[in-house]
């Protein structure tokens, strides 16, 4: 960290609980931790909070770099299934839409640090961020497609940042990959021991704050000009095909029926 921010911390705000996640001030940097264990899954409540945070950062004009992390043992394993049924799938789409929506839009450099299980919903949470640091052992992966189900955000974002082969393999497959694999790909800036995760983030903190806050939101918004012209009508478009289409499918149904009753799903290509 910054001597700056050494020095701020002295007289930083305390940190600030909730139901779902830790939001911490230590100028220039804020950090918010996932916490709902024992998987970070994000569940409505979660995707409320998230928004929230989000949204109150902008008021802090001496914040410019806001560091997003889990636990040792998850990141996050996703979004809960629970919310992925017919009946609860819009409000789940629009309440972790719009929390990702707010991520993206932030005028701060956002930092994702992944340890253990980064899955689905809380894959996509961190790639969008604006940096990525992996530890070498992290679980990566887009797994919905085993449920009978598709990852909108990824199919929305992610061949933007590994290419279109490397995106529909993750996501066609479901399968899973080390945080060495993501850092080949292209998934995350690097992927590094456990030992050493937290350094190279500090590191990569202290460079961004000794910067000038404007510039880098300014910067910020010149490096995604392009991708926010597609970005918005994308996700606006798989979120629909989401909910008018594949939620009418029995497959979709069967696949979040059989995982939260535990047992293999029977497809009926229907």
Not at 50 to 56: G, H, N, P
Not at 136 to 147: C, D, H, Q, R, V
Not at 201 to 218: F, I, R
Not at 240 to 253: C, G, P, S
């Amino acid at each position: 960290m910054a001597p700056a921010a050494e020095k701020a911390k002295e007289s930083a705000e305390a940190p600030q609980g909730s139901a779902r996640i830790a939001l911490a001030f230590e100028a220039p940097v804020a950090r918010v931790s996932l916490q709902h264990p024992p998987l970070n899954v994000i569940d409505l409540a979660m995707m409320d909070e998230l928004s929230k945070a989000f949204v109150d950062l902008e008021a802090h004009p001496e914040i410019s770099v806001v560091i997003l992390s889990g636990s040792e043992k998850a990141f996050s394993a996703g979004v809960d299934v629970a919310a992925h049924t017919p009946e609860l799938s819009d409000e789940m789409l629009s309440k972790f839409h719009g929390a990702i929506l707010k991520l993206i839009a932030l005028k701060k450099v956002t930092v994702a640090v992944v340890r253990g299980h980064c899955l689905g919903g809380g894959a996509e949470l961190a790639m969008c961020c604006d940096m990525v640091y992996t530890s070498e052992t992290a679980t990566w992966g887009f797994p919905e497609i085993k449920l009978g189900c598709y990852p909108p955000v990824a199919c929305t974002a992610l061949a933007a940042l590994i290419g279109q082969k490397q995106a529909a393999n993750l996501i066609l497959t479901g399968r899973s990959i080390t945080g060495v694999e993501a850092a080949s790909v292209g998934l995350v800036n690097q992927a590094l021991p456990e030992a050493a995760l937290d350094a190279a983030v500090n590191e990569t903190v202290a460079t961004l704050g000794k910067l000038s806050p404007a510039a880098l939101a300014v910067t910020k918004k010149a490096i995604y000009a392009w991708d926010s012209v597609h970005f918005d009508k994308g996700l606006a478009k798989a979120e629909k095909i989401y909910l008018e289409e594949l939620m009418k499918t029995a497959d979709a149904q069967e696949g979040i029926k059989a995982f939260l009753e535990k047992r293999e799903p029977k497809w009926k290509g229907e």
